[in-house]
């Protein structure tokens, strides 16, 4: 079983909280693979570290020391898969693991000095935004899923979710990956799959896979 950490369930509330700051345990289990009650139980942690907001039934939210933590968390996080798949070479599907390991022993300056060797990018391999060392979050580029593109649009790639390896080698290996052009050729109604293109060729898609892809539709 893989093990999962606090950081791990603070990236998750940091990235996925709604408009409000919050989160609901349900989306935290789903994310992350876990049950219900593996949830409560680290949020109640969490909540006694001083780390997030809990109430029986509520959302779930980060009080200011839980932001300001998992913001250089995602921070470290994020950093480290440019700069392994960047400079070390190592696929997008395999760099998340990797940073997970490497986040938690790597000071702030290692972390500043690796965002220095490879550019100060503003997003990491997935196309997550990467927050500055003064914590300010890049603006996010309007992006809706592939799977609300209108037949004959097409796209530009600007995020994928990176929840799991093998749907990131399954994409990859079809073609998408970020600033690719995917034009919608056809959406069928009986289970919502598509027929996409990309560079000249045809690729039927499930419904599951294009809610996972974010483009911004070209004008």
Not at 91 to 111: F, G, Q, Y
Not at 181 to 204: A, C, H, P, V, Y
């Amino acid at each position: 079983m893989k093990n999962i950490s606090k950081e791990d369930y603070l990236r998750i509330i940091f990235k996925h909280k709604n408009s409000d700051g919050e989160i609901k345990p349900n989306l935290i289990a789903e994310k992350l693979s876990v049950s219900n009650a593996a949830v409560t139980d680290m949020i109640k942690k969490l909540s006694h570290e001083g780390y997030t907001n809990y109430q029986k039934y509520k959302g779930i939210s980060l009080t200011n020391s839980g932001e300001t933590y998992a913001r250089n968390m995602v921070r470290r996080h994020r950093i480290w898969e440019i700069f392994l798949n960047q400079v070390v070479g190592i696929p997008w599907d395999k760099v998340h693991d990797e940073a997970n390991r490497l986040e938690h022993s790597s000071s702030d300056e290692l972390i500043n000095r690796l965002d220095e060797l490879v550019g100060f990018p503003r997003y990491d391999p997935h196309g997550d935004p990467i927050p500055s060392k003064e914590g300010k979050m890049p603006k996010q580029k309007k992006y809706i899923a592939l799977s609300k593109l209108k037949e004959g649009d097409s796209s530009v790639v600007v995020r994928v979710n990176d929840f799991d390896e093998k749907f990131l080698s399954y994409i990859a290996g079809i073609g998408i990956k970020l600033n690719e052009t995917i034009k919608l050729l056809e959406k069928r109604d009986f289970d919502k799959s598509m027929l996409i293109t990309i560079k000249g060729k045809q690729w039927n898609i499930s419904e599951k896979l294009a809610e996972n892809v974010f483009v911004e539709v070209k004008k």
